[in-house]
């Protein structure tokens, strides 16, 4: 870990990864303003949960820096991939967020009074108000999913990394959430970083794009890095982006070799 950064909330530079003496991610570079959402694309392995797990120092980087912004204090919100959550936990909504007020901090708790307030407000962003008192295991998908963005938000991080919260999502939901996502990043000026294998949903909400092929990555603003030259260059083999009724597909050519780029289906 560098460094902290002024005016990024994040910024990553030449990052490499080995996990198990295989190198997972190659020179990764990318950074992130403080308000900015940013989608981190990529088909199933190509390193998305790599990626994030290293930011949050579970995977220790093999070469490169990460710089984190702010006072350099580590607080990053996280959402790992798919939580299970048991239907006779007899845990609340409420009580699900409140955890994310422990375990990590040093010092004093906060009192009561104020640790209610706390996470009333952070089911209040995610518009779960509604169910706060319901037992976790009760809620449809998209309800637990708030929750659990509630529970990452609920220490007010700089940075909320999120990893694949709209896969067990429907369409509709999954765009609901996206947007919420983008309010929250606009209107509290957390940086968002959110994986995802569909372009989608994404595309009207980021302000960035991480795009993982082959262990290396494309990263900027989506029309400067969904487009045919800069993934044929990440791809290394010639890449369409067509665009479908408003709908992005990412589509190889034909006999483009066995390392296919994730194809966005129109649904
Ligand atoms: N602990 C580990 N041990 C060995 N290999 C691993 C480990 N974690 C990840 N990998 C490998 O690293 C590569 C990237 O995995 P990762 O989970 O980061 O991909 P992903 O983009 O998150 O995929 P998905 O969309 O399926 O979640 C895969 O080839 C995976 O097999
Ligand atoms: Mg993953």
Redesign the pocket.
């Known amino acids: 870990m560098g460094a902290p950064d002024a005016e990024m909330a994040l910024r990553v530079e030449d990052l490499s990864v080995l996990?198990?003496g295989?190198t997972?991610l190659e020179r990764v570079s990318f950074a992130l303003a403080p308000g900015e959402l940013c989608g981190l694309i990529?088909?199933?392995?190509?390193?998305?949960?790599?990626?994030l797990r290293s930011l949050l120092g579970f995977v220790a980087p093999g070469g490169g820096t990460i710089r984190l912004g702010g006072d350099g204090a580590r607080r990053l919100g996280y959402l790992p991939?798919k939580v299970s959550v048991d239907p006779f936990m007899p845990l609340r909504a409420r009580d699900v967020v409140a955890l994310g007020l422990d375990g990590h901090r040093l010092g004093l708790p906060l009192p009561s009074r104020r640790r209610r307030a706390r996470v009333d407000a952070a089911l209040a962003a995610v518009s779960a108000d509604g169910f706060a008192d319901r037992r976790i295991g009760t809620l449809s998908g998209g309800q637990q999913q708030r929750v659990f963005i509630a529970h990452a938000l609920v220490r007010r991080p700089q940075l909320l990394l999120l990893d694949?919260p709209l896969a067990s999502l429907d369409p509709s939901s999954a765009t609901e959430i996206a947007t919420l996502l983008r309010r929250i990043s606009r209107e509290t000026g957390i940086a968002v970083l959110m994986?995802a294998?569909e372009i989608n949903t994404l595309v009207p909400v980021m302000d960035r794009v991480i795009y993982?092929a082959g262990g290396r990555a494309a990263a900027g603003p989506v029309a400067e890095v969904i487009r045919s030259d800069v993934l044929s260059r990440l791809y290394g083999h010639h890449i369409d982006v067509l665009n479908v009724h408003g709908r992005i597909l990412v589509v190889p050519a034909p006999g483009a070799g066995h390392d296919q780029p994730h194809v966005t289906r129109v649904p």
Do not use: D, F, Y
């Open positions: 996990v198990g295989r997972i990529g088909a199933n392995g190509s390193g998305k949960t790599t990626l991939q694949e994986s294998h993982l």
